[in-house]
């Protein structure tokens, strides 16, 4: 795939307020500043599409990118930010719990993780969640440029561990800085768009 042309389109705040559209919806996942936005900017090939920040959580929208009017590319609020209310968490825990559940153009999620850790509560009960549902998922982890080659393997297989993730599961690294992945998250979304 080669994606031409990416559009802001919309943010939703509320699962009912999601726009009415024929045309498949490719979710992105992951917890706040794992590189979500560094990811969505790369593969776009734009600078400041999906709005990077250090400010973990300040997204609390679906924000909907209309992709070469092929597909949207759903970028869910970033989960797992310790220093907000628990009003604040349980809204989003709803607002993706609903979308994920009865979005019905959903075809697919790139789940994100972070290639240095060990994968949060909140990654496993994501990729639990993903394994039940029967959704079509590929596993990014990213920030691979700030590991060695040595620990990549290491990392891989505690992932593939943590997460119980078997060889049929989809599973990339990927960095926003050097390129890598790029190509397996582009083969990914071809995929989805054959289904
Ligand atoms: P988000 O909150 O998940 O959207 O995360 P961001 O895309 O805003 O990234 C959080 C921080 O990690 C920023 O300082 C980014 O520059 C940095 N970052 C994101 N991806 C990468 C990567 O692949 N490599 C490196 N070295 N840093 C990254």
Known sequence: MQISNAEFYKSVYKYEDCPRLQQPEVAFSGRSNV?????????TRQKKLAR??????????LNYFNIDDKFYLVDLPGYGF??????????????????LNYRENLIGVVQIIDSRHKPTKDDK????????????YLIVATKVDKISNNKKAKQKKLI??????TRE?????????????????????DFLMQL
């Open 82 to 99: 310790a220093n907000v209310p628990q009003k604040v968490k349980d809204d989003w825990a709803e607002l993706i719990d609903t979308y």
């Open 160 to 165: 593939y561990k943590e997460l119980s993730l």
């Open 125 to 136: 009960m994501m990729v639990e969640w993903l394994q039940a549902s029967g959704l079509s």
């Open 52 to 61: 990077t920040s250090n400010t973990p959580g300040r997204t609390q929208s």
């Open 35 to 43: 590189g979500k936005s560094s990811l969505i900017n790369r593969i």
């Open 169 to 189: 599961d989809n599973f990339t690294f990927f960095s926003a800085q050097s390129g890598e992945g790029s190509k397996d998250v582009y083969e990914y979304l």
